[in-house]
């Protein structure tokens, strides 16, 4: 009887264990499922408020273009469609952040791409038909906030390089490409126009902001220009 009584004791002993067992499975479940449904709300929420941004960018760069086409003085409107590109390169990353699945992280070659079409597009508003823009954008998910100092990067170089390579009605080619290599990762904004100009109309801001920009990133800018062209790369480190 004693036999039997530690054999009863035994069993109801495992039971016990595997109700518990069963009991903290079933509580990482609830636990699982209440996470996933928060990080769901987050992710509507968060995609929502890139779409207000964008939304935001878009008017803002509006009032200043329109500030810019009320200047009398071509100095100051250039200046303030100046900003208002920078605006819109940052309504481009949110406008990308809105429809995608996540708000995290933002595909390269789809963004950049899009920002040069736009930038490109708004020079031939302007009746300059004679520059084209190429493009080999490798797809690398860039996150957010490396993103945004990338397309501000490559809207600076590409409008630097229409605005100033090709003066008077010289035609020429943009080129914009972003390719890994080993550990690092190079975006290059090349032109085959008449070179740097030290005396050119955005007084070198343009130039400041790239290297800031690069700074932030971690990465270095290096630059070569001569009388077939300008070439800048900025080099990042991959971690």
């Known amino acids: 009887m004693v036999l ?10 495992k039971i016990q264990q595997i109700l518990l067992a069963i009991e903290d499975i079933t509580e990482r479940a609830r636990l699982a499922r209440e996470h996933a449904a928060a990080r769901e709300h987050i992710g509507m929420l968060l995609q929502e408020m890139a779409h207000r941004v964008k939304n935001s960018l878009q008017s803002i760069s509006a009032m200043v273009m329109l500030e810019a086409r009320s200047q009398k003085s071509d100095e100051g409107k250039a200046a303030l469609e100046r900003v208002s590109r920078r605006i819109t390169a940052l309504g481009q ?4 952040l809105s429809k995608a699945d996540t708000v995290e992280a933002v595909d390269a070659a789809v963004y950049l791409n ?3 079409r ?13 520059i084209t823009l190429k493009t080999e954008i490798e797809s690398e998910l860039l996150p957010t906030d490396k993103a945004i100092p990338n397309g501000l990067i490559v809207n600076e170089l590409v409008t630097n390089a229409v605005k100033y390579a090709f ?16 550990a690092e990762l190079r975006l290059t ?6 070179g740097l100009n030290p005396h050119r109309g ?33 080099i990042l480190p991959l971690r």
């Open 189 to 194: 904004v090349a032109d085959d126009g008449q």
């Open 202 to 234: 955005d007084s070198g801001v343009g130039g400041r902001l790239v290297d800031g920009f690069a700074h932030q990133l971690g990465g270095q800018i290096e630059r070569k220009s001569d009388s077939h062209g300008t070439t800048v790369h900025l």
């Open 93 to 96: 990353l949110y406008s990308k």
């Open 114 to 116: 899009e920002l040069c």
């Open 4 to 13: 039997n009584a530690r054999k009863v004791y035994r069993s109801g002993d």
């Open 118 to 130: 736009e930038l490109i597009t708004s020079v031939r508003a302007e009746g300059d038909t004679s």
């Open 167 to 182: 003066p008077g009605e010289a035609k020429g080619a943009v080129t914009v490409t972003l390719k890994r290599a080993r």
